[in-house]
């Protein structure tokens, strides 16, 4: 009987290979993906990756919540600037949501779960690093020192994790029969998420790094890697070439999915931090064109060799 079956099975592999190679031939449909992720979303949200000073606690009363909405509402979600006098802010489109998160009926503060204050917690060399809780010092004698979300290079919602920022929090999810990709708005990155086997060793990294998804269960689940050599600012923080990033998308309704993180990186931060955020549906994407920053470095140089020549270093300090 094993036999039987064993050569059975030979025959048919055998004929399904030679059909396969027929022009034309019947081919077997995919199995479907565990849950339906597709379509166009949005985390455009109040809330932000850290708790602002604002608040003491991850969830918020609705007297809290009234206090903190009121004053920004006016600008779809941004403080009104009282030092702007040109009215940039004004100016700029922003879209920051409806409000505050409601997670589960809870009004959120911050992203971050864990640690409970709501911080991301870098270590002190870190900090010093990066200029945390310092006076920004502002660098324009050299391309490289420029802000990589500035020249358009990078951007919050194009990476891992994806965060939600002023404006352009749209994101957009395909799902092929092999691999899934996510597109951002801002910056147009589209983001492959490999179902299957990893890339060889000898890829080359760049600024996303590697993302090997798998299901568990009717969750997608997502684990980022192997970014390019040093610190990187992509998705609108920093990570060095050993952090790693693990996502979790949930279908949590039909006009829902709830976005879980996990991350860790020993070379920026103490212990390993988590988030949660929610997705809700989106209209249509549009194209976004974003080369200011790069179109603008000729004048940024020229204007620090004039502060080097006046007797400065190219350098500005600015808002922490």
Not at 129 to 153: A, F, P
Not at 171 to 190: C, F, L, R, Y
Not at 303 to 309: K, P
Request: contains cysteine; neutral net charge.
């Amino acid at each position: 009987m094993i036999a039987g079956c064993v050569a059975l099975a030979a025959v048919a592999a055998e004929s399904s290979a030679a059909g396969a190679s027929a022009a034309g031939a019947p081919r077997t449909s995919p199995a479907p993906p565990p849950a339906d992720l597709t379509g166009t979303w949005t985390n455009a949200w109040y809330t932000d990756l850290q708790r602002p000073k604002d608040f003491k606690a991850l969830v918020a009363t609705p007297a809290e919540a009234e206090a903190y909405e009121a004053p920004r509402r006016a600008l779809n979600g941004m403080i009104v600037d009282k030092d702007d006098a040109l009215g940039q802010a004004a100016s700029e489109f922003n879209d920051k949501g409806p409000g505050l998160a409601r997670i589960r009926g809870e009004i959120r503060t911050s992203w971050i779960t864990d640690p409970a204050d709501g911080k991301v917690p870098f270590t002190q060399e870190a900090k010093a690093r990066l200029g945390i809780g310092k006076e920004r010092v502002e660098k324009y004698d050299n391309v490289e020192d420029r802000d990589t979300e500035e020249r358009c290079l990078t951007a919050r919602g194009a990476g891992a994790p994806i965060l939600n920022s002023p404006d352009t929090n749209l994101i957009q999810i395909v799902q092929t029969p092999g691999d899934i990709v996510i597109v951002s708005e801002k910056n147009h990155d589209a983001r492959v998420i490999l179902m299957g086997p990893p890339p060889p060793a000898w890829a080359p990294r760049d600024w996303m790094g590697v993302s090997l998804g798998r299901w568990r269960g009717k969750t997608l689940v997502v684990e980022t890697t192997g970014r390019r050599p040093g610190v990187t600012r992509v998705a609108g923080m920093n990570l060095s070439d050993r952090g790693r990033v693990v996502e979790e998308f949930t279908r949590t309704g039909p006009a829902e999915i709830t976005y879980r993180i996990y991350v860790e990186d020993t070379t920026l931060y103490t212990r390993p931090w988590r988030a949660e955020i929610t997705f809700r549906p989106a209209g249509r994407m549009y194209e976004y064109a974003c080369h200011e920053g790069n179109y603008s470095l000729p004048s940024v140089l020229s204007a620090a060799r004039q502060a080097e020549a006046a007797g400065g270093k190219g350098e500005a300090k600015g808002t922490p």
